[in-house]
């Protein structure tokens, strides 16, 4: 199982802690309804499961491991929100059987897992017939900026290698050719895809 690069450091949580749905997921919520399971794959410190929690019936929060599912929990608990519950989980191979969610979602995970596209296969796997998998990663292969400094150059070669140390690949793009191109100035990916049964996706 990866490592989180970024850590759990206050200072980080504390820009987490930030996300909501309307910021970070707003390309998923008009293909959400009431009557809706929903996974949410790393649903770090839980403002976003929030959220989600409030337009569908029923959200399982996963995270790594226990002290980082802890964070969500919080979180939840704290907005008295009861149609949450939680599981620990790696989404390499997912516990969940198969067809068991209306809804995939993960925010900002792709780029900290050692295989995306196995990834994404479990979170296809778990998704009903007919279901939406969603997923948002930044694309750190993609990043740009002016003046072209040597530092920040040096930061980002740093910062990929630390990530593949960790087990993940912060340009996880290289290997998601279904992703698409980057938007010019977030340089992140948003994918949404209608999980088809097999026998469609051969036609």
Avoid: C
């Avoid at 979170?123 to 002016?146: E, H, I, K, N």
Wanted: no cysteine.
């Amino acid at each position: 199982m990866s490592t989180y690069t970024h850590g759990h450091h206050e200072s980080v949580l504390r820009s987490h802690r930030q996300r909501t749905a309307a910021n970070s997921a707003a390309y998923l919520l008009p293909h959400l309804r009431e009557s809706d399971a929903l996974l949410d794959v790393g649903a770090g410190p839980g403002t976003i499961t929030a959220d989600l929690a409030g337009l569908v019936g029923r959200v399982t929060a996963t995270e790594i491991g226990p002290r980082e599912l802890g964070l969500s929990r919080a979180a939840i608990a704290a907005r008295g929100i009861a149609n949450v519950d939680f599981s620990v989980q790696d989404v390499h191979a997912l516990t969940f059987p198969g067809g068991s969610f209306d809804v995939v979602h993960a925010h900002q995970v792709l780029q900290h897992v050692a295989d995306p596209v196995r990834a994404l296969r479990e979170m296809a796997r778990v998704t009903r017939p007919g279901g939406v998998v969603a997923a948002r990663a930044g694309d750190y292969a993609a990043f740009t900026w002016w003046p072209q400094l040597p530092e920040l150059d040096e930061w980002l070669r740093l910062y990929r290698t630390a990530a593949r140390a960790h087990g993940g690949e912060a340009a996880a793009r290289e290997e998601l050719p279904i992703a698409g191109q980057p938007g010019p100035a977030a340089h992140k990916h948003q994918l949404i895809q209608r999980h088809l049964p097999a026998v469609a996706a051969a036609r």
